[in-house]
């Protein structure tokens, strides 16, 4: 596995941490959501061209 690989999953795992399903984060809203998966799409992308 290479480090691209490695922290794509990471992101993803993070990505669905952050979904406000539990009753103390539902106030958050979507933005922690919003941010990991921005994140996610970027590095996917990057993984993608080979620039990771």
Known sequence: MTL???LL???VLILL???PAWP???S??????GI???VVIIL????????I
């Open 44 to 51: 996917l992308i990057l993984l993608l061209l080979g620039k």
């Open 4 to 6: 691209g690989t490695i």
């Open 9 to 11: 999953i990471i992101l």
């Open 24 to 26: 103390h984060s539902r």
């Open 17 to 19: 941490g952050a979904l």
């Open 28 to 33: 958050w809203g979507y933005g922690p959501s």
């Open 36 to 38: 990991a998966g921005t």
